[in-house]
């Protein structure tokens, strides 16, 4: 059964330190969403993208978290600097497709890259 | 904008006994609502949603849902709880049309007891 991979699965950095998580959607999948969940709460969108082009970054913090997806597959997202509030886990998810009218399809998660900021 | 609320914090169930997991939701407009589970430090995975179509939807594991619209409700159950069932639920809504963007609650801790 296809997945969506995302490494690293843990990830302990020290504050001030740039950080990197990779995902790489299932194949075929246009829309790719990376959240951010902070424990004991629910997923919280961060960025959304359609292809190459981001479709939804309202809730990105672009002083310090920036995410591409050049080619319109695997996509990365950079914090620099970390800061203690980062640690959380980054969740990545794919679905076919997003835009238009009638999309029923549900989201598909990888198992997410935990960050640690100390 | 579209929310969801889980109002209970844990769910505390005995083996065997029926399972229930409430949610309200907000959303302007026709909902897809969903559900998702969450083991320990492990991503989401999906476990039913509606449409439209039927009230009640079955899916994975024997859990189901019912639709509500008048009472803006999306409750999960099992009839017979198992002590693997321990996890986080979530519940999500989005609008009919749009970019797909999820709302999730914040999550509902389900222990099963043996």
């Known amino acids: 059964e296809a997945e969506v991979a995302q490494s690293p699965r843990y990830k302990i950095t020290e504050k001030s330190q740039a950080v990197a998580f990779w995902c790489d959607p299932i194949s075929g999948h246009a829309t790719l969403y990376w959240y951010r969940q902070i424990l004991g709460q629910g997923p919280e969108l961060l960025v959304q993208f359609q292809d190459e082009s981001v479709v939804d970054d309202s809730q990105l913090p672009k002083d310090r978290f920036s995410a591409e997806r050049l080619k319109g597959v695997d996509s990365t997202l950079k914090i620099q600097p970390a800061e203690l509030g980062d640690s959380a886990m980054y969740l990545c998810?794919?679905?076919?497709?997003?835009?238009?009218?009638?999309?029923?399809?549900?989201?598909?998660f990888g198992e997410g890259s935990r960050l640690t900021v100390l | 904008a579209q929310s969801v609320a889980q109002p209970e914090d844990q769910v505390n169930v005995a083996e065997g006994n029926p399972l229930t997991v409430k949610c309200t939701y907000s959303v302007s407009g026709n909902p897809y609502l969903f559900w998702y589970v969450q083991y320990p430090n492990r991503g989401l995975q999906f476990l039913l949603k509606y449409i439209t179509g039927d009230n009640l939807v079955k899916g994975s594991y024997g859990f189901e849902a019912e639709f509500n619209k008048s009472q803006t409700s999306f409750h999960l159950k099992k009839p017979s709880a198992l002590v693997s069932d321990s996890a986080l639920y979530f519940c999500?809504?989005?609008?009919?049309?749009?970019?797909?963007?999820?709302?999730f609650g914040k999550g509902n801790q389900v222990v099963v007891i043996p």
């Open positions: 998810a794919s679905s076919l497709w997003a835009t238009g009218t009638g999309n029923t399809g549900e989201l598909f």
């Open positions: 999500a809504v989005r609008v009919r049309y749009g970019n797909n963007r999820l709302a």
